[in-house]
């Protein structure tokens, strides 16, 4: 136990946590030069597409005869759960900081997420070797933020390697070794992930908190009451490498042979059947979703595909919750719940690369809460499940605390965006002194105006230095109404959304010019509206598709030409007047309003 040093890394995205565990692989000889990549422990294709951490991923590395069991973290504020469930399995944690950027608002909210599990916190100004680094400044706010003296902060570069030796000298002198008294207690294991084999069954990372788990030993997960037996034991280098056991303090994995991936559940505590612990380990919280969308297969016969490939997500993506839906215009599919909309674009990207299905997403929402006339309270996660305004007494919405990290010259940009997004400020505070100090702006926003594009135009009106971090704070009332979208003067369930009643206009002339640039032309002129209730607030008309029926003629008189026209018109009308103005909506004018 005394050789033993759980510890993970946290930061804010791209401040250089993957190429730190990077260098620390290196120098501990974890994984061969030979076989050394860029973001090793980035293992999705994903991942290193976009140079982001998505998953956690815990990897053992010897060090001066100390064993150092390392979980790398996401820093997207969309994956957030992710670091709280490592911080769950580790004693200590390093705090990067980007010496070129400071401490940004994700920084901030991860060191609160490691201070509420009491954890040693080692900071570390991170990129030195940088010609825009300004290690003074960084310092000021890393000690501005935790109250430690500037000797007490490490440098490093994770791209030279400098300082990476006394960070692990560090790691092993400041973090605490693991609890050595529960060595002859019951079994216990807090299950902190797990992924799917084809041929092992499910597979759980964990962290041994007391006794001992071998090979061959009858388990029982104390959350599902399932039972099972262990196949094999072992930790991660950062591949699968089979141990005969597995100690307390020790982080590993247990393969179960399980095949029904609901008996696994992170957080869950694995213990021993023949001298089964009395209770469970605290496990995670429940994750809290905040942005509703409907998930459908484009092809109708897709939907079992679609329901296993969701429950292996959910192995590897504890925050995803899911539930059936059935929809007029797209048939069945999955009302998820997502933490931003970083995380639905990604859920996307996994199901078509990883299980080859090409879906539809509905326009995301957030979860309200309704008080209907007769008391009876609800929540609605989608417009289609909205009752009659006659019905509803009142409606409730989410308000979240927000944080925005901004230099002081773009102070006025943010304070003016958030207040076109219905925000209400609290406080200011300074990071740091000097000509180019920096502020948090601490806001109270409803989460329907964070959830499309809110990011995105934070980044243009500060040139891309501000970052933001969220999370919910209350419910409070408001005046939501359902606007809904009318094609060829049908109503499209799954591009109907839930609005503010003063930005109902606004929205529809939005959706409307959107579908008209993105729709195909039809035999005839469609309509394209947006309504609230029976009232038309919006509405845009696409030309018809005409065929050249003059082409064939060479001369002799206009009449023969307005009189084969004139049929055409006729035809038309009577095309409309017969139904035959079924229009099929492509995904790529759902996604056009998705992404309006």
């Known amino acids: 136990m005394q050789e033993i040093r759980n510890f993970c890394i946290i930061a804010h995205i791209d401040h250089g946590k993957s190429t730190l565990a990077d260098r620390f692989l290196e120098t501990t000889n974890t994984v061969e030069k030979r076989k050394m990549t860029t973001q090793v422990l980035d293992t999705m294709e994903l991942e290193q597409e976009r140079g982001i951490t998505i998953k956690l991923q815990p990897v053992r590395m010897q060090y001066k005869d100390y064993t150092l069991n390392l979980i790398d973290t996401p820093g997207h504020v969309d994956f957030t759960y992710e670091v709280s469930r490592s911080l769950a399995a580790v004693e200590g944690a390093i705090l990067l900081v980007d010496a070129s950027q400071g401490v940004q608002a994700q920084t901030i909210a991860n060191l609160y997420l490691a201070l509420d599990q009491d954890l040693t916190i080692i900071p570390v100004l991170n990129k030195i070797d940088l010609p825009n680094a300004d290690p003074k400044k960084a310092s000021e706010e890393i000690i501005h933020l935790l109250g430690c003296k500037e000797e007490d902060i490490l440098h490093c570069s994770g791209k030279t390697g400098e300082g990476v030796e006394a960070l692990l000298d560090a790691v092993i002198e400041k973090i605490p070794q693991p609890d050595t008294e529960k060595h002859t207690l019951p079994a216990r294991a807090l299950i902190f992930d797990s992924c799917y084999d084809d041929y092992k069954g499910v597979i759980a990372s964990v962290r041994m908190i007391d006794g001992q788990i071998k090979k061959g030993d009858k388990v029982q997960f104390m959350g599902t009451k ?103 215009a797209l048939g069945f599919g999955f009302r998820c719940g997502f933490l931003g909309m970083l995380h639905l674009e990604i859920f996307q990207e996994r199901v078509k690369r990883e299980f080859g299905l090409h879906i539809v997403a509905t326009v995301p929402s957030v979860a309200y809460h309704i008080l209907k006339t007769n008391q009876e309270t609800l929540t609605v996660k989608s417009p289609q499940d909205l009752p009659d305004v006659q019905h509803i007494e009142s409606i409730e919405e989410p308000w979240m605390t927000v944080d925005i990290i901004t230099p002081e010259n773009y102070i006025g940009n943010v304070m003016g965006l958030v207040s076109e997004r219905k925000g209400q400020y609290t406080t200011t505070e300074y990071l740091s002194t000097g000509s180019d100090q920096r502020a948090i702006l601490h806001y109270f926003m409803p989460l329907a105006s964070l959830i499309t594009d809110f990011y995105d135009k934070l980044k243009t009106v500060t040139s891309g230095y501000a970052s933001l971090s969220y999370e919910f704070k209350e419910y409070k009332k408001t005046d939501v109404i359902k606007l809904d979208i009318l094609v060829a003067e049908e109503k499209v369930e799954a591009l109907s959304t839930l609005v503010w009643r003063d930005d109902a206009f606004k929205i529809g002339k939005q959706i409307v010019s959107s579908l008209k640039d993105t729709l195909p032309k039809q035999q005839f002129v469609l309509k394209i509206q947006a309504a609230v209730g029976g009232k ?21 008189d206009v009449t023969r030409k307005r009189k084969l026209l004139e049929k055409q018109k006729k035809g038309k009308k009577k095309m409309l007047a017969m139904g035959k103005g079924k229009v099929d909506i492509p995904t790529e004018a759902y996604l056009a309003v998705l992404k309006r």
């Open 226 to 328: 399932t039972q099972a037996e262990v196949l094999d034991t072992g930790h991660y280098t950062p591949g699968l490498m089979p141990d005969t056991i597995l100690e307390n303090g020790q982080i590993g994995y247990i393969v179960t042979g399980l095949k029904e991936l609901r008996d696994v559940r992170v957080g869950d505590t694995i213990t021993c059947t023949d001298s089964p612990a009395l209770a469970q380990l605290p496990g995670y919280k429940e994750v809290k979703p905040m942005v509703f969308a409907g998930i459908f297969p484009q092809e109708g016969d897709d939907y079992s595909a679609l329901r296993d490939a969701m429950d292996k997500l959910k192995l590897s993506d504890s925050a995803l919750s899911y539930e059936p839906e059935h929809s007029q």
């Open 536 to 556: 038309i607030i919006a509405g845009e008309r696409l030309s018809a598709l005409r065929k050249d029926v003059t082409a064939k003629l060479y001369g002799g």
